[in-house]
């Protein structure tokens, strides 16, 4: 995956086209990263032994920028986002896009690392719900939970001020959620990454992750104990409907 450092300034992006793109930009990004994730994942949790090699390649990779592993250049959704770039480069952030599907990907092999009972990309899991999740598994209370240490590492991906901080920050959560074996939407956080590194989208990115946690709150609270579990964990749907995936991966609200 050939890319240069990301710059992650406010120049503009450019528009596509009048009538040549209907599909934004953070959609196929995200559908790049389902897409190729749909692939691997079942075979990995059949032990077919090129997925099990694949994932241990992209493990070397998780909260890194995709330049400083090259032994990765070309490998982990890279096939299909091509594809589904081809005619776009125009108006179409490459370089972001590539960043995205990678540090995605990468997070995914290092939460999926040893797990053969469930797939660790579920589409019914976003990153603010996991951790709300995750505080509640380990036992805290609803009056602890703002409070909780969970919720400050999800703050401190919130207000990074560069990629690479955002990298290291979601591998440290991602690592905590392979020990409690609950799941994430990957595709869904590929779409996020991409809009978080084109600067005037990043603070609706980062209201995203807030509304996600405290929309996780309110559909327990809602819920109880009739919550029906997600694959992989113990959890709800705790997606809001507005930011609920449609029939095709990436489809999710793009933010205020």
């Known amino acids: 995956m050939t890319t240069a450092p990301t ?21 196929l990004v995200a559908r790049a990263t389902g897409t190729y ?88 899991q976003n990153l603010g719900g996991a951790v709300r999740t995750l505080i509640r598994k380990q036992g805290a209370v609803s009056a602890d939970e703002e409070d909780s240490p969970l919720r400050k590492r999800l703050v401190r991906v919130g207000t990074a001020e560069s990629l690479d901080s955002v990298a290291v920050r979601l591998r440290e959560i991602v690592l ?17 990454l991409y809009r978080w590194q084109y600067r005037p989208d990043r603070a609706g990115v980062q209201r995203e992750w807030g509304r996600e946690f405290h929309l996780a709150a309110t559909s327990a609270t809602s819920a109880g104990t009739k919550a029906k579990p997600a694959s992989g964990g113990e959890t709800g749907d705790a997606i809001d409907r507005m930011l609920a995936p449609d029939e095709e991966y990436g489809g999710y609200a793009a933010g205020e």
């Open 37 to 124: 994730i749909a692939r691997i994942q079942p075979q990995y949790l059949s032990d077919v032994p090129s997925a099990v090699a694949e994932l241990a390649r992209l493990r070397r990779g998780a909260g890194k920028r995709a330049h400083q592993v090259p032994d990765l250049w070309g490998v982990g959704g890279t096939e299909e986002l091509t594809q589904l770039l081809d005619g776009r480069q125009g108006f179409f952030r490459a370089e972001y896009a590539e960043e995205a599907v990678f540090l995605a990907v990468t997070l995914w092999a290092l939460h999926q690392q040893s797990g053969r009972d469930h797939g660790m990309h579920d589409r019914r």
């Open 176 to 192: 905590l959620l392979r020990g409690a074996k609950l799941p994430l939407d990957y595709a869904r956080l590929a779409g996020q």
């Open 7 to 27: 710059t992650t300034g406010a120049g503009a992006s450019p528009p596509p086209p009048p009538g040549s793109e209907k599909v934004p930009a953070h959609r």
